[in-house]
């Protein structure tokens, strides 16, 4: 064997590619010539680096914990995360089967009401995520100057973002959440050691509706939309307070 | 879909959550970007499992792990593929929470993460899939789309430029 054709199975070679009879000629060449061999341990101990010294991260729980929620929802229909601006895809089968017999006009109806409950569960399983360590905010910041712009590119919609720290309720961050079978927009605000997330995302939907506050396994959940936005806060702050700041961040 | 299906799908795809992210950070350079992307091609996957029945689902994930975070990339970045990476802050976020290596070990770390993040993505992929993830020829192959005379030789060139930039090459005598 010349050494040209040496050197030109050597990557393969060191990565056990080679035919058996193949390894066996590099195996004789490489013991009876030094450049060669000397090439070949070259290649052996940086893919010994590599191996030892790469980094090798692994799936943070919040992303698998995502994931799994996920699925979990795409046994009825699966949601489609490709589509922007139909949030309610995971519950087409529920909504279908009023509207075959309730005719076009409710259907709409008919979807929200069989949607809100699952929304405002999965809002809340989204709360309880982010109160585990590290998983509050993707982008931590008081200043809304640097949290609003965060959201650029990552979601389809442009979060409303206001000051709201001379009322007593300072912001903490923004992060992106996973609800109703797509990313959205959550900015985080805190009060005392209250922690309230605001989600929002886009709805073809452009009727407003009013806020309305519910309880869902002790934490206040409070849901409204206003023109073509869906919002959703939640909070283990009391009713009344929690009230107070949807008046505030609404205002803006 | 039918619920015998989804747990089908997740007994086979989501012990590969694990090389799916490592897989991610290393093309993207970024955790966010990775959690989003690996998230989006866990639900493509599963609106394509259909067209999945044997063969090897980590190979099969991986696969479209990679074309997402390209698709990502054309989608999000104006910087396109070919940015450098190699800022030692980028190399250490990557690096995450694992703290038991020793000083030393991870300062040799920290040297090989900047030395793999500033190949070009088409090396820097296949040095992910065959030392980290330790993929053959012919899945790495399947998972790049490109024949496996050319990972060959893309595992080739993409080491000889690791060699370089970490003081391994030998003087050739001439």
């Given at each position: 064997m010349r050494c040209a054709e040496c050197r030109d199975a050597l990557t393969s070679y060191v990565d056990g590619e080679l035919m058996p009879e193949e390894a066996e000629t590099m195996r004789d060449h490489l013991a009876s010539c030094a450049a060669c061999a000397a090439e070949h341990e070259m290649l052996q101990s940086l893919s010994r680096r590599l191996r030892e010294g790469l980094a090798r991260p692994r799936a943070p729980d919040v992303l698998k914990a995502r994931i799994?929620?996920?699925?979990?929802?795409?046994?009825?229909?699966?949601?489609?995360?490709?589509?922007?601006?139909?949030?309610?895809?995971?519950?087409?089968?529920a909504g279908a089967l009023i509207a075959v017999v309730s005719g076009g006009a409710s259907f709409a109806v008919a979807r929200r009401e069989a949607s809100r409950p699952a929304i405002a569960e999965q809002v809340l399983s989204s709360?309880?995520?982010?109160?585990?360590?590290?998983?509050?905010?993707?982008?931590?910041?008081n200043?809304?100057?640097?949290?609003?712009?965060w959201f650029n590119g990552r979601v389809d919609l442009s979060p409303l973002v206001p000051r709201l720290d001379s009322a007593g309720f300072p912001l903490a961050g923004g992060r992106l959440d996973y609800v109703g079978g797509r990313t959205v927009a959550t900015v985080v605000y805190v009060r005392r050691q209250h922690v309230i997330n605001v989600f929002s995302w886009p709805t073809e939907d452009r009727t407003a509706h009013t806020p309305v506050t519910?309880?869902?396994?002790?934490?206040?959940?409070?849901?409204?939309?206003?023109?073509?936005?869906?919002?959703?806060v939640a909070s283990d702050l009391n009713a009344r307070e929690l009230e107070q700041f949807v008046t505030l961040y609404r205002r803006e | 879909m039918?619920?015998?299906?989804?747990?089908?799908?997740?007994?086979?795809?989501?012990?590969?959550?694990?090389?799916?992210?490592a897989l991610a950070c290393h093309l993207l350079r970024d955790e966010h970007d990775a959690q989003d992307v690996v998230q989006e091609a866990v639900l493509r996957a599963l609106r394509y499992f259909d067209g999945f029945r044997d063969g090897d689902a980590r190979a099969w994930l991986l696969a479209i792990v990679r074309?997402?975070?390209?698709?990502?990339?054309?989608?999000?970045?104006?910087?396109?593929?070919?940015?450098s990476y190699a800022d030692a802050e980028t190399s250490s976020q990557l690096r995450g929470t694992d703290t038991d290596a020793g000083a030393i070990r991870s300062s040799d770390s920290a040297v090989i993460d900047r030395a793999v993040a500033s190949l070009p993505p088409e090396f820097r992929e296949v040095i992910v899939l065959r030392e980290l993830q330790e993929l053959s020829y012919r899945e790495i192959s399947q998972i790049t789309g490109v024949p496996m005379?050319?990972?060959?030789?893309?595992?080739?060139?993409?080491?000889?430029?690791?060699?370089?930039?970490?003081?391994?090459l030998i003087e050739e005598a001439s």
């Open positions: 799994r929620s996920a699925l979990s929802q795409s046994t009825g229909v699966l949601a489609d995360v490709t589509t922007p601006g139909r949030p309610w895809t995971g519950l087409l089968v709360h309880l995520r982010s109160l585990m360590p590290g998983h509050l905010t993707d982008v931590a910041s200043d809304s100057h640097n949290v609003k712009p519910s309880i869902e396994k002790g934490y206040h959940v409070v849901h409204w939309s206003d023109g073509g936005v869906e919002l959703w | 039918a619920h015998r299906e989804v747990e089908s799908f997740e007994r086979l795809v989501l012990p590969h959550l694990d090389d799916a992210y074309n997402c975070c390209y698709t990502w990339q054309r989608r999000y970045r104006t910087d396109g593929l070919s940015v005379g050319t990972v060959m030789s893309r595992l080739a060139r993409a080491r000889k430029r690791l060699a370089s930039s970490l003081g391994l």
